[in-house]
């Protein structure tokens, strides 16, 4: 079943809609790995170019390159650059953490807490919304719940602590290779709140553990140990300094810094609303003296009540960074699925039966309705761009770009394309480029050829943003 309703939420329309946001990111380095290694520009330009994503004619600093590394490989296996094959490797990520659900949490969640705990995770909003997308978010979501579920799974069933202490963090490396290191913070704080209520925090403290930080460590600078090399150490550092010290710094724009928390709740919907019902509907605890309350606190705590404080704190105190996102809470749905699991693990009343399969079911309702009525009505704003360029551009041609950023229309251009830093590096028979319009002036006193080449093609995107395509005559 957890399968049959992942194939109804995430395939119907993966490749139909275009490519928008942040995709193209994750696209086109993926794209340039591929051409580095089908140009045979020899093994040492290949691996560079797989350490090293590049956008246009740039290095890409900002994010690790996991996921460029995904899009490639399902580029390779199909044989097809495709909305669908750049996308797949997000869907199959949220399909492997349902499997490993419902096979791995079976002994701690029970049959029928584990398939809803599975359930949980392929119908909120959240990793719908991402999970349809080739974008980093989906991805680190999924290795973060690997993390968390074989942690808890094995914490829970008393397993050996190196499958407790160390196999968790492999899939924390990983994390580390997707987008860096924000869900350690997540993961120590489930852990801690768990541990804590248990009364075994010393657990922390033994070889496994130390071993497995050390291999999770190692995943990472396998990478960016010879990326920082390539890319200059001084230079690298810089960038990711700043790309991280900057959401800590930078000003806050009130409004949208208010309702991150309200935001991050939505990624929780349409199973939110059902957790306060569940918790309410079980018999309430004898009443406690004040007395005793101090002392017994720790044995207060039921395990779900673990669970929610370390879920709710850590996700309050990231949306309170000024330069914060919602979506970077997204990782803390996957112990929220396993919260809910939790709480449905005994016999489940009949009305919940009813409202779990009632979610599920509108859930996929929704999303065919959006694949097929509504995708399809969508007007295209990359695809018209790259026709318009293949239309002047002859097959044969190859097209070059002179330092173009990011455009990712160019997914859509079926032309052999070169990327160039500045206009000298143009060779003297190109005959078609594609230049920013800032930069127009630059290439046309270059006098690299006989005749003075002419715009054929002037391009403005959805952004704003304008190239301009010019011929040799």
């Avoid at 093994?43 to 899009?71: D, F, H, Q």
């Avoid at 075994?200 to 600078?221: E, K, Y």
């Avoid at 160039?420 to 230049?435: E, I, R």
Wanted: aromatic content about 12%; overall charge positive.
């Amino acid at each position: 079943m957890v399968s049959l309703v992942w194939a109804v939420v995430y395939l119907p329309g993966l490749g139909s809609l275009e490519i928008k946001g942040e995709e193209g990111r994750r696209i086109l380095p993926a794209i340039a790995m591929i051409e580095s290694g089908d140009a045979a520009r020899g093994a040492r330009e290949t691996i560079r170019s797989y350490i090293v994503p590049r956008i246009g004619s740039e290095a890409y600093l900002r994010k690790p390159p996991l996921i460029n590394w995904l899009v490639a490989a399902s580029f390779k296996i199909f044989g097809q650059r495709t909305e669908w094959t750049a996308r797949l490797p997000s869907a199959l990520s949220v399909l492997i953490v349902a499997i490993v659900f419902v096979i791995l949490a079976r002994p701690s969640l029970g049959a029928r807490g584990s398939t809803i705990a599975a359930l949980v995770w392929l119908t909120n909003v959240g990793i719908i919304e991402k999970g349809r997308l080739i974008e980093i978010e989906a991805l680190y979501a999924s290795l973060f719940a690997l993390a968390v579920i074989c942690w808890l799974a094995f914490w829970e069933q008393k397993r050996s602590a190196w499958l407790t202490w160390f196999v968790p963090w492999i899939f924390l490396g990983l994390g580390w290779l997707a987008k860096g290191p924000l869900h350690l913070f997540f993961f120590y704080a489930i852990m801690l709140a768990v541990l804590w209520r248990a009364g075994q925090l010393r657990a922390l403290w033994n070889v496994p553990h130390l071993i497995g930080i050390i291999v999770m460590l190692s995943i990472f600078a396998a990478w960016a140990i010879p990326f920082a090399q390539m890319t200059g150490q001084e230079h690298t550092a810089h960038v990711w300094a700043k790309q991280f010290a900057g959401r800590l710094t930078e000003s806050i724009h009130w409004k949208s810094w208010a309702l991150n928390v309200p935001r991050s709740l939505v990624y929780f919907l349409p199973w939110l609303g059902l957790l306060p019902i569940i918790a309410n509907s079980g018999h309430p605890p004898a009443p406690i003296q004040p007395s005793q309350l101090l002392r017994r606190s720790r044995r207060l705590l039921r395990p779900q009540d673990a669970l929610i404080w370390g879920i709710v704190v850590p996700l309050v105190i990231v949306d309170l960074i000024p330069g914060a996102l919602p979506r970077y809470t997204l990782p803390l749905a996957a112990p929220f699925a396993w919260l809910l699991g939790s709480m449905m693990r005994e016999e489940t009343e009949k009305w919940q039966r009813l409202v779990i399969g009632g979610i599920v079911t509108a859930t996929c309702i929704a999303i065919w309705i959006y694949a097929f009525a509504i995708i399809p009505r969508l007007h295209p704003r990359l695809r018209p761009i790259a026709a318009k360029i293949e239309k002047v551009v002859p097959e044969s041609e190859r097209l070059y770009a002179i330092d173009p950023d990011y455009q990712p229309f160019l997914f859509y251009v079926h032309r052999p394309i070169v990327y160039v830093g500045s206009v000298t590096d143009l060779p003297g028979d190109a005959k078609f480029f594609l230049v920013r319009w800032d930069d127009e002036d630059g290439a046309l006193s270059a006098r690299k050829w006989q005749r003075t080449p002419s715009r054929v093609l002037s391009i403005q995107d959805y952004r704003d943003w304008r190239v301009s395509l010019f011929a040799v005559p």
